[in-house]
């Protein structure tokens, strides 16, 4: 009686023979041939298919860094337009925000007061609007003048204020998103007090 050979596939291979073929494919061998198999020939071509694969591989991660390089630079000059429109539209709108602040500061005694609560609500409402935008007010005085925030336009004695303190705001200055919007314009105390005096030095007397 003759014996029948039994085929077996894949899944009745035993396990060591089984991850030997998986190690190969890894390698990017091919399952079951060792290059020392090969003729030389064969061993040229697979040793360059290899390097082929290889090459190929390291240019799909450099392509992959390019693409992810432009999509930050996208993200970026999206983020830089929105905010330079942004700013343009706040810098148009502080003309009003300073007639407003100057109506309410200097108010006639004969207009009515609903005229003036209105103006308040219309100011509050507007600032809000502002500060989600992210603008802020530059702090000026009773501060010591900073020339990357203040203009000054005048300088006043005082010996009631430090030299170089803020005596006065004539205009308010704003930041948006930490970036000067627009300077404050000042007037700056003058206090010769603080300052040093000088030290006198007298001359030694001549010895007749």
């Known amino acids: ?15 060591h023979v089984a991850k030997d073929t998986s190690a190969e494919e890894a390698r990017g061998e091919t399952p079951g041939v060792k290059q020392a198999d090969l003729p030389g020939d064969l061993a040229a071509a697979y040793q360059q298919l290899v390097a082929e694969k290889q090459e190929m591989y390291e240019r799909l991660l450099r392509k992959q860094a390019e693409i992810e390089n432009v999509r930050k630079r996208v993200e970026r000059e ?12 706040i810098r148009a709108l502080l003309p009003t ?22 103006l308040e609500l219309i100011h509050r409402e507007l600032i809000e609007v502002l500060k989600r935008a992210g603008l802020e007010p530059v702090e000026s005085e009773g501060k ?65």
């Open 97 to 118: 925000l300073d007639s407003l602040e100057r109506g309410l500061k200097h108010r006639e005694q004969h207009a009515p007061a609903k005229f003036y609560e209105g």
């Open 1 to 15: 009686m003759t014996n029948k050979k039994k085929l077996m596939d894949d899944s009745e291979l035993p396990d």
């Open 144 to 208: 010591l003048f900073d020339p990357h925030v203040h203009q000054a336009v005048e300088t006043v004695e005082s010996e009631r204020h430090r030299d170089h303190e803020v005596v006065e705001e004539l205009q308010r200055g704003y930041k948006l998103k930490n970036r000067l919007l627009r300077p404050a314009i000042v007037k700056v105390a003058l206090n010769r007090s603080d300052e040093a005096p000088a030290r006198s030095e007298t001359a030694p007397e001549e010895n007749e």
């Open 78 to 89: 999206k983020e830089d337009f929105l905010q330079h429109a942004t700013m343009g539209l």
